[in-house]
C-alpha cells in the first residue's frame, strides 16, 4: 500500500454543523501533515503530527482541531467553519528519502462551507 | 524572505511538443527541491526530488535540472500528452532539527491542446 487515503472526498456543511475529515497511510510513515489549499494557490500548512504528537500548528483557528488517533490514522475535527473556510483539504505523510524527507499527498476533501 | 517564484504561469502548447518551466527560489539553508504535479481538485503528485549535488534527474518524460549556484530548477517534458495537463509545483526544504519546512511557488498551469 504506496498512498495516502482521504474521506470524503466532497463535504458541504453548515457553519453550526459538525463534520470530520479522515486520512490514512500504512506506509509506516510516523509524520503526517493537514494542509488547506484554495484555488490557484499553493497549500497553506496547517498542523504537523510526529509520531502521534502535535509537533506543529501554524496559528490555525481552533474552530479546526486535529487529532492523531494512531501512527495510520489522522483526523480534522470541523466546528462552526465560516464560508471563507471552504477549500480543498490535504493530507500528507512523510517518508526519508535520499536527500532528505519526500511527503505523499492524498487526493484532498473538498470543503464547501454553506 | 523565502520564496520560490515559477514562470510562466499558464502555458498553452499542443499535444506531442516539448515544454519547459522555470523555478526560481531564495529558500535558505536548502535540502531539497521537489516538483510535484497536481490535476485540478487532486492531490500534488511527485515528480522529481534533487539534492544540492544533483543536477539532473528524470521520471519518464519528466526531466528536471537544479543549479544551485545560481538557485534555479527546470521541468522539461518530452513528447506532451493530454494527461500532462496539470498545474506543476516547485517546492524547495528545508530541514532543521528532524522537522522539515516546504515553500511551494505558485504554480505554472499547463494546457496541452490536440
Known amino acids: 500500500d504506496t498512498e495516502v487515503t482521504q474521506t470524503p472526498k466532497h463535504l458541504v456543511m453548515g457553519m453550526t454543523n459538525k463534520k470530520s475529515l479522515k486520512c490514512e497511510q500504512h506506509?509506516?510513515?510516523?509524520?503526517m501533515y493537514w494542509y488547506k489549499q484554495k484555488a490557484k494557490k499553493p497549500p497553506e500548512l496547517m498542523f504537523v503530527?510526529?509520531?502521534?504528537?502535535?509537533?506543529i500548528n501554524e496559528s490555525v483557528p481552533s474552530r479546526f482541531s486535529p487529532e492523531c488517533p494512531n501512527s495510520s490514522l489522522l483526523n480534522l475535527h470541523l466546528h462552526a467553519l465560516q464560508p471563507e473556510d471552504s477549500a480543498l483539504y490535504l493530507c500528507?505523510?512523510?517518508?526519508?528519502?535520499?536527500?532528505?524527507?519526500?511527503?505523499?499527498f492524498g487526493p484532498g476533501t473538498r470543503l464547501t462551507v454553506t | 524572505k523565502n520564496q520560490v517564484e515559477q514562470s510562466p504561469q499558464s502555458l498553452i502548447i499542443l499535444e506531442g511538443k516539448n515544454c519547459t518551466l522555470q523555478?526560481?527560489?531564495?529558500?535558505?539553508?536548502?535540502?531539497?527541491l521537489r516538483w510535484y504535479k497536481q490535476d485540478t481538485g487532486r492531490g500534488p503528485v511527485s515528480l522529481t526530488i534533487?539534492?544540492?549535488?544533483?543536477n539532473t534527474k528524470s521520471n519518464g518524460r519528466y526531466t528536471a535540472t537544479l543549479d544551485a549556484d545560481t538557485k534555479q530548477s527546470s521541468l522539461h517534458i518530452t513528447a506532451s500528452q493530454l494527461s500532462d495537463s496539470a498545474s506543476y509545483i516547485c517546492?524547495?526544504?528545508?530541514?532543521?532539527?528532524?522537522?522539515?519546512?516546504?515553500?511551494f511557488g505558485t504554480g505554472t498551469r499547463l494546457t496541452i491542446i490536440p
Open positions: 500528507a505523510s512523510r517518508r526519508q528519502a535520499s536527500g532528505g524527507y519526500e511527503q505523499y
Open positions: 534533487m539534492t544540492f549535488s544533483e
Open positions: 523555478c526560481n527560489y531564495t529558500v535558505s539553508p536548502f535540502s531539497n
Open positions: 517546492v524547495v526544504t528545508q530541514t532543521n532539527f528532524g522537522n522539515e519546512k516546504l515553500t
Open positions: 506506509m509506516g510513515h510516523r509524520a
Open positions: 503530527y510526529s509520531y502521534e504528537k502535535l509537533s
